[in-house]
Every structure is written in C-alpha cells, then in structure tokens.
C-alpha cells in the first residue's frame, strides 16, 4: 500500500474493469521486490494494444460493460528462457499480444497454472519463488528479467507439496507471495501455511 501510495498516476496501476492490476501494477510491484532484496531491476517499456481488455469479472459482463481499457504489453525485448508448466515442456508466451479485438488477463502467463518454471541460463543472477494466486501473473511476465530461475506456484492449484516444502526443496534465493491480506487469513489455498 505505501509504495502504491507515493505513485503520481495511481489509477494506471490499477484494472477499471477488474480487480487486478494493470501491466504498469505490476511493473511497480516487481521493481518494489527487486529494490526490497537488492537486486537490479530492468527498465522495461510497457504500452497499450488495441485490444480491448475484459479482465476477470464474468468478461465484463460478457463484454456489456461501457468500460474501456486497453492491454498493455512489454515492448522491451524479452532475454531467452525455457518455460515448463507442471513439470512439461511449454511454448506458452509469457504474455500473449492481440492486436485487436479482445484480451483477456489470462493472457498474462497463460493464466493459472500450478506450477511454472523459467530458465534463463544466466547463473550470476539469483533464483526465485514466487507463489500466491491469480496477481503474480502479470508480475511473473516481468519478474524474471532479473532472475536466472524464476519458478511461480499457484497456491490454489498446485496441491503436491506445502509451500514449506516446496521452498526446502527448491532452495531460491529469493521468495516472493503475492495475495491479498485476506486471502492469507483463509485455511484454504494457502499451500499449508495456515
């Protein structure tokens, strides 16, 4: 909330049609955990498409509402990786760009998927975790220009392992939950941390 707080166009991070954030959200939240931890965070440009953003609230009310936004996509070019889904090989982009027509957030990562894994092949940068639900998303389609391995559990999904266990098994350097407050006080969804 306070580093939400202290940006001069607050209403750009936040979704006008969902209860998300937007792609810039997500940006400042990425750049707040890299400064957080000391670790370089990367310029990255982010523009608006075409496309018309539905979000998650029943598509808008099946594209009904007057509410118009337009996806935002990274225009910096994205450094190489390898992507595995729940354990398999994936060629799901990290955000997929429509140039017209309609977006959905599940364009960011494929939407939710448990278990995500992104290998970049650059071992002087730390590894991460990043686990929670639906927000770290868009966060993830960013997060990983500062990280070697970046793996992302979607704690109302994956159901392998507690996220204790997971973290000891995994051993990354750096570890990041995203949820909101409330979500975090539920017995449920929360990879055995309640």
């Given at each position: 909330?306070?580093?939400?707080?202290?940006?001069?166009?607050?209403?750009?991070?936040?979704?006008?049609?969902?209860?998300?954030?937007?792609?810039?959200?997500?940006?400042?939240?990425?750049?707040?955990?890299?400064?957080a931890?000391?670790?370089?965070?990367?310029?990255?440009?982010i523009?608006?498409?075409?496309?018309?953003?539905?979000?998650?609230?029943?598509?808008?009310?099946?594209?009904?509402?007057?509410?118009?936004?337009?996806?935002?996509?990274?225009?910096?070019?994205?450094?190489?990786?390898?992507?595995?889904?729940?354990?398999?090989?994936?060629?799901?982009?990290?955000?997929?760009?429509?140039?017209?027509?309609?977006?959905?957030?599940?364009?960011?990562?494929?939407?939710?998927?448990?278990?995500?894994?992104?290998?970049t092949?650059?071992?002087?940068?730390?590894?991460?975790?990043?686990?929670?639900?639906?927000?770290?998303?868009?966060?993830?389609s960013?997060?990983?220009?500062s990280?070697?391995?970046?793996?992302?559990?979607?704690?109302?999904?994956?159901?392998?392992?507690?996220?204790?266990?997971?973290?000891?098994?995994?051993q990354?350097?750096?570890?990041?939950?995203?949820?909101?407050?409330?979500?975090?006080?539920?017995?449920?969804?929360?990879?055995?941390?309640?």
């Open positions: 909330t306070p580093v939400f707080a202290q940006q001069s166009d607050l209403l750009s991070c936040y979704s006008r049609g969902d209860h998300h954030y937007t792609l810039k959200g997500a940006y400042v939240t990425y750049q707040s955990v890299c400064e931890f000391g670790i370089r965070a990367s310029e990255i440009s523009a608006e498409t075409q496309s018309d953003l539905l979000g998650t609230y029943n598509r808008k009310l099946y594209d009904l509402s007057p509410v118009r936004e337009a996806m935002q996509v990274v225009q910096t070019p994205f450094p190489e990786y390898e992507r595995l889904d729940n354990g398999a090989a994936s060629d799901t982009p990290l955000i997929r760009i429509r140039g017209s027509g309609q977006s959905l957030y599940g364009d960011y990562m494929g939407g939710d998927i448990a278990e995500t894994c992104i290998r092949d650059r071992s002087s940068l730390p590894t991460a975790l990043i686990f929670g639900d639906s927000f770290t998303n868009a966060v993830e960013l997060a990983y220009y990280f070697d391995e970046m793996r992302s559990v979607d704690l109302r999904h994956y159901k392998t392992q507690s996220i204790s266990d997971y973290i000891a098994a995994y990354p350097d750096v570890v990041i939950c995203i949820r909101d407050y409330e979500a975090l006080l539920s017995r449920s969804d929360n990879g055995g941390l309640s």
